[in-house]
Nanobody, 127 residues
Framework: QVHLVESGGGLVSAGDSLRLSCAAS????????MAWFRQVPGKEREFLAC????????YENDSVKGRFAISKNDDRNMIFLQMNDLKPEDTAVYFC????????????????????WGQGTRVTVSS
């Protein structure tokens, strides 16, 4: 079993930065691929970025590349999402996810790949 806990969300102004964290506990192999998604009410969960513990990182192509960066710690128990130049359209609940195996895009951008999810952390960006 894997337990994921996100933190770091909050209310910020447009142009600000936030760093989200996701703490992972449980079976290490069940977190070989981890990712960040976000969701707004009434819409599907949107892929942002993924990484593997071997060092591969992938990003959603359009709205966040260049502004968001995914990273991990050396202890293999936390991933982060550094978000810069935040925009009102970045307002959402942000989720981290984990799964067994090592995946790159397009597979890691699919919500169905991930067996484990955190409860989410809310980010609100005011204009």
């Amino acid at each position: 079993q894997v337990h994921l806990v996100e933190s770091g969300g909050g209310l910020v102004s447009a142009g600000d930065s936030l760093r989200l964290s996701c703490a992972a506990s449980g079976h290490a192999q069940a977190t070989n691929t981890m990712a960040w998604f976000r969701q707004v009410p009434g819409k599907e969960r949107e892929f942002l970025a993924c990484l593997t513990w071997t060092g591969n990182t992938e990003y959603e192509n359009d709205s966040v590349k260049g502004r968001f960066a995914i990273s991990k710690n050396d202890d293999r128990n936390m991933i982060f999402l550094q978000m810069n130049d935040l925009k009102p359209e970045d307002t959402a609940v942000y989720f981290c996810a984990a799964t067994w195996g090592y995946y790159s895009k397009p597979w890691c951008s699919d919500v169905k790949l991930f067996a484990h999810w955190g409860q989410g952390t809310r980010v609100t960006v005011s204009s």
